[in-house]
């Protein structure tokens, strides 16, 4: 009697074995599913995730390559934007200090070296609209003999540029651009003579030009 309940007892010990041993393999199948499921999730949200990064529109680098650099410098002022080669180095930049004066903002860029390019700007409050109010363009107005006057047009931008009326003199080209209540004047100079080197890249520095108002 008590060998067959001893033999009863191992063989309830044997039954129990394979059911530990099955549960156990439950356990281990639910926990990779559970992390194949994490990682699935994890994947998704990334995938979801919005790219991070700056983002140049095609003509950002068409204006680049029209100005010869890889990394085209920016100006931004207080009234306008605009693009330049970037050995130019920004030398100065001064805003009106009251609200009365006409001169808004006037910016200074040089290339380096003794013999370098020049870009000057002014920004002139001109609510008449009418540019022979403008002193600068007037006196390049009357000056025919000194200046060539030209309508231009650079993609978006539009207004009148002048240009030395001999060829052989340097080289400086100056825009006029109206905008609401303002005129831009951006004057681009260089120790070289008249060519049409110089002449597309100032086009290139003007065409990239926007308003901040």
């Known amino acids: 009697m008590t060998f067959a309940k001893k033999k009863n007892q191992e063989q309830s010990g044997e039954e129990t074995f394979p059911q530990k041993k099955l549960r156990w393999g439950r356990y ?12 699935i999730i994890i994947i998704y949200r990334f995938a979801q995730k919005p790219a991070e990064g700056i983002v140049k529109s095609g003509a950002q680098d068409t204006k680049a390559v029209e100005l010869g650099s ?6 931004r002022g207080k009234y306008i934007s605009f693009m330049y080669d970037n050995k130019f180095v920004v030398k100065s930049d001064e805003l009106a200090q009251k609200s009365g004066d006409v001169i808004l903002e006037s910016a200074y860029l040089s290339e380096t070296g003794a013999m370098s390019k020049k870009i000057s700007v002014t920004i002139r409050s001109l609510p008449s609209h009418n540019l022979a109010d403008d002193p600068d363009y007037l006196m390049r107005t009357i000056n025919v003999k000194r200046y060539r006057k030209e309508n231009f047009s650079q993609g978006d931008v539009q207004g009148v540029a002048f240009v030395p009326a001999d060829d052989n003199s340097q080289f400086e080209k100056i825009y006029f651009v109206l905008h609401n209540d303002f005129v831009a004047t951006l004057s681009i100079t260089t120790p070289s003579t008249l060519d049409e080197k110089s002449n597309k890249e100032a086009d290139a520095i003007i065409k990239s030009l926007t308003w901040s108002k």
């Open 28 to 39: 281990i199948w639910l926990t990779l599913f559970i992390l194949l499921v994490v990682v």
């Open 70 to 75: 890889d990394v085209p410098g920016t100006f």
